[in-house]
């Protein structure tokens, strides 16, 4: 059932909303709020899972609570999973590193200060030991998450084909009107069924789906 979740017809991606922290995302907001916060084994979880991921567009578009991105005068955006798979795998400098506490690899989520005051800082979560991490705010790496944000497009509607030319006189009408007449004749009236919704999961949902995957051996 969760499988289902995560296969290739889905729709493409949506940009953040820059100036503003996001509040909650809408597909976190369509499925109610998350079950139990992440843990940085769950982020680990989800590293291991990059390739899986990334190659299913739904999943690409999941919330992840706290993962935002904030640089002051530049703008807020909202980071989506995907967005973080690609820094964490692109090995973007400030977006993982080693953790102190047991020497494991760290991830952050989100960025949030300001380049004049140098206020501000970076979070995430060790994937070893779960440890929350802070780290320094850095202006040229919170933009990196920003940028990252800001390259996500919405999937191009296909191409419209071109309308047939207009008619000029009353004759050419007529002799269109008795083509279309027939047409509606011969080819019977097709009921088409109602497009399923195509949502996104929750993140919960596809922690779920890949703790069966590795228990299945399937990772």
Known sequence: MAEDLCRENVCGGRAGTAGTKPASSSAGAQHGSEPEEPSGQDFGLLLRNAAYLLSR???REVAVPGAWASVAYVGTSELRLGDLLRLWQSGAEGWSGTCR??????????YGGSPLTGGGSG????????ARVRIPFHFGHAREGVRAAAGRRPAQSPEQPAAAPRPSSLAEWNERAAVLAKTAAKTPRRVRPPKREKRIPSLHEVLVLLRLREHAGMA
């Open 101 to 110: 506490k047991c020497g494991g690899r760290y991830v952050i989520t989100g």
């Open 123 to 130: 979070w995430g979560y060790c994937t070893e030991c779960g």
């Open 57 to 59: 567009p739904r999943c």
